[in-house]
């Protein structure tokens, strides 16, 4: 290892290690018929039904984050993220669903979505996907079962892809108003600081951590920037269940 790499960020690190992960997401074609304007509109609502199912479980991940934080401005910080940033996230996606209500799909009728039913089984109108029940248990369980870091870097992702995946696409949008509303809330200088601010805690604590704990938050970071990958991938796919 040279001296540069061997001083460089924790998450140099974990990006380093997981680009050709985000080199294949932006080669998937949900990202490519986003960015064109030809994915279909059935694919994109299945995305934004699925990712309001996740957003519930991703809070819940990032609390418990906030309450093993170390400090209390990072404690108040991470909370924020799980209740206010989410919350923005899950109105856009109520415009989103208002705007793509003619595609039949079950989850996007008009008024509250999936997101508003309640937890009982077979009260909610549309169940995760199994690529969104795996995503969100691995979550839960790390951020429960492991070290703060290890948390962290494991919701990580969701916050890091998007915002690099907002500020690449900016420049070239969408000739779809729809998608190009899309890519302009990930490229908003407003979330770029939230996942900077993200990044600058996981390298802070990942700078005092040991070898074993920065090897094990390096694999969640990987696994759940796969995630990321297979997310889009079933949504592409409209992926159910298959029996």
């Given at each position: 290892?040279?001296?540069e790499?061997a001083?460089?960020?924790?998450?140099?690190?974990?990006?380093?290690?997981?680009?050709?992960?985000?080199?294949?997401?932006?080669?998937?074609?949900?990202?490519?018929?986003?960015?064109?304007?030809?994915?279909?509109?059935?694919?994109?609502?299945?995305?934004?039904?699925?990712?309001?199912?996740?957003?519930?479980?991703?809070?819940?991940?990032?609390?418990?984050?906030?309450?093993?934080?170390?400090?209390?401005?990072?404690?108040?910080?991470?909370?924020?993220?799980?209740?206010?940033?989410?919350?923005?996230?899950?109105?856009?996606?109520?415009?989103?669903?208002?705007?793509?209500a003619?595609?039949?799909?079950?989850?996007?009728?008009?008024?509250?979505?999936?997101?508003?039913?309640?937890?009982?089984?077979?009260?909610?109108?549309?169940?995760?996907?199994?690529?969104?029940?795996?995503?969100?248990?691995?979550?839960?369980?790390?951020?429960?079962?492991?070290?703060?870091?290890?948390?962290?870097?494991?919701?990580?992702?969701?916050?890091?892809?998007?915002?690099?995946?907002?500020?690449?696409?900016?420049?070239?949008?969408?000739?779809?108003?729809?998608?190009?509303?899309?890519?302009?809330?990930?490229?908003?200088?407003?979330?770029?600081?939230?996942?900077?601010?993200?990044?600058?805690?996981?390298?802070?604590?990942?700078?005092?951590?040991?070898?074993?704990?920065?090897?094990?938050?390096?694999?969640?970071?990987?696994?759940?920037?796969?995630?990321?990958w297979?997310?889009?991938?079933?949504?592409?796919?409209?992926?159910?269940?298959?029996?």
């Amino acid at each position: 290892m040279t001296p540069e790499a061997a001083t460089a960020p924790f998450t140099a690190h974990l990006w380093a290690s997981t680009e050709p992960l985000y080199q294949a997401i932006l080669r998937h074609p949900f990202l490519t018929g986003l960015t064109d304007g030809t994915l279909p509109r059935a694919a994109f609502a299945q995305f934004v039904v699925q990712d309001s199912l996740y957003l519930r479980d991703y809070a819940r991940a990032l609390a418990v984050c906030a309450a093993k934080a170390p400090t209390e401005a990072d404690v108040r910080a991470l909370a924020t993220d799980a209740a206010e940033a989410v919350a923005a996230e899950q109105a856009m996606h109520a415009d989103f669903r208002n705007a793509l209500a003619g595609t039949g799909h079950p989850g996007l009728r008009p008024g509250p979505g999936p997101e508003d039913a309640p937890d009982a089984g077979s009260a909610r109108p549309v169940p995760p996907a199994p690529t969104t029940l795996a995503y969100t248990s691995y979550l839960l369980a790390t951020v429960y079962g492991d070290s703060f870091l290890a948390g962290l870097a494991a919701v990580l992702p969701c916050y890091w892809v998007y915002a690099r995946l907002g500020a690449e696409l900016l420049a070239a949008s969408s000739p779809d108003p729809l998608y190009a509303r899309w890519i302009a809330a990930y490229g908003d200088p407003a979330f770029q600081a939230v996942a900077q601010r993200v990044i600058a805690l996981t390298d802070r604590v990942g700078a005092e951590a040991s070898p074993a704990e920065r090897s094990r938050a390096a694999r969640h970071f990987a696994v759940t920037t796969r995630y990321e990958w297979m997310f889009w991938d079933a949504a592409w796919r409209a992926e159910t269940w298959p029996v």
